[in-house]
């Protein structure tokens, strides 16, 4: 069977998932779960808000690869809960992208939508980050030894990072 180059690089793009949050969650302040960038009458949501919307958009889109189409809010749990549904999440999604199942929209679709908006939402935690005081070494992530399948809280250590 000739591999999907579609599921390769979407395989890919959740690693780089992996890779990048474990490098945001790792190290985290105490309390930074309830850092927010505003005050919260501003409707901001706060770093464990944000991580559950996360683990929101990772359910739908291992629900998405398996051929069905449901959306499912869950309501923020404590920071670790949230930290270890993130990778459970990605494991559940990279499982779903190597099984033979029709996935029920494209995976560019897929891709565009749940994927894209957790990419953004990593960013918006970085962000947190900084202002929480704890902010995050640059890096250069196109040298970063990301694979296909590494969706765990263990990644490779960063090849080239800057201040």
Same mark, same amino acid.
Do not use: N
């Given at each position: 069977?000739?591999? /999907? ?5 979407? =395989? ?71 930290? /270890? ?8 999604? /990279?499982?779903?992208?190597?099984? /033979? ?27 947190? =980050? ?34």
């Amino acid at each position: 069977m000739v591999p /999907d180059p579609t599921r390769a690089f979407v =395989r890919h793009t959740i690693a780089t998932l992996a890779y990048r949050g474990a490098k945001i969650l790792r190290g985290a302040p105490a309390g930074f779960g309830a850092c927010r960038a505003a005050d919260a009458s501003t409707q901001t949501r706060s770093a464990v808000e944000i991580l559950a919307h996360i683990g929101d958009l990772l359910d739908w889109t291992a629900v998405l690869v398996a051929g069905d189409k449901g959306w499912r809010t869950s309501p923020p749990q404590s920071w670790q809960h949230e930290v /270890d549904r993130f990778f459970a999440g990605l494991q559940t999604v /990279d499982a779903a992208l190597v099984s /033979d199942s029709t996935p029920s929209r494209s995976l560019e679709c897929i891709f565009q939508g749940p994927i894209a908006d957790a990419l953004t939402h990593l960013g918006q935690l970085g962000l947190l =980050r900084r202002i929480a005081g704890a902010p995050l070494r640059g890096e250069s992530f196109v040298l970063a030894e990301i694979v296909a399948g590494r969706v765990g809280p263990e990644q490779a250590a960063p090849v080239r990072e800057f201040d």
